[in-house]
């Protein structure tokens, strides 16, 4: 059963294609180390900012996710953005999520290299007026020091491990199982993705 109270929720918005452990420990140290009560996975159908070729289908990249964070309490895999009007904006998402859950208090967590490229969003002025973002900082991301909002920097531990590292490492055979949850890892291997 859901619990009625308030809570704050870090939303971490990604493709996960694939989720590895580096997402993993950021999200942990995030449950850990900030204020946060729970942390969703905001599985995205498609990043404006990103190419779409590569991407596995929605629901194998959110599977992967809850295989991911198995069933830890305080994580969730969400296929929220999956019936919105594509590609998926973070504003509009939010906007959805308050008026579906107007007792939560929504939290962005994001990489600096993410933070870098905010002014890029559609309609960043109003993400940083209205919401908090949690930042993590990344491997020669420098923080834009002019923007105004509600901005918290933590230094989680740094992982240089992307998903596009993991899928090239995949398509050249190499065996990268401990970059992944097992559990993610054996599901790639018996659906064969990412090997052409």
């Known amino acids: 059963m859901e619990n009625k109270k308030s809570q704050k929720i870090g939303l971490y918005f990604g493709s996960f294609n694939p989720i590895h452990i580096g997402h993993l420990v950021i999200a942990n140290y995030m449950l850990e180390f900030t204020d946060l009560d729970k942390i969703w996975f905001v599985v995205s159908p498609h990043n404006p900012l990103k190419d779409k070729k590569s991407l596995l289908a929605d629901y194998h990249r959110l599977e992967m996710v809850h295989l991911a964070i198995n069933d830890d309490y305080d994580m969730r895999a969400s296929n929220i953005e999956f019936n919105m009007p594509q590609p998926s904006y973070t504003i509009d998402t939010l906007t959805y999520l308050q008026e579906k859950y107007p007792k939560n208090h929504f939290v962005i967590l994001m990489g600096g290299d993410s933070l870098q490229n905010i002014q890029k969003w559609k309609n960043y002025q109003q993400l940083l007026q209205q919401y908090e973002l949690y930042v993590y900082s990344r491997p020669g991301a420098q923080l834009p020091s002019d923007l105004k909002g509600n901005i ?12 596009s590292f993991i899928r090239k490492a995949i398509k050249e055979g190499k065996n990268i199982r401990y970059f992944l949850p097992s559990k993610v890892w054996e599901y790639i291997q018996e659906m064969h993705f990412y090997e052409k």
């Open 152 to 163: 918290k920097i933590f230094q989680a531990p740094q992982m240089e491990i992307s998903a």
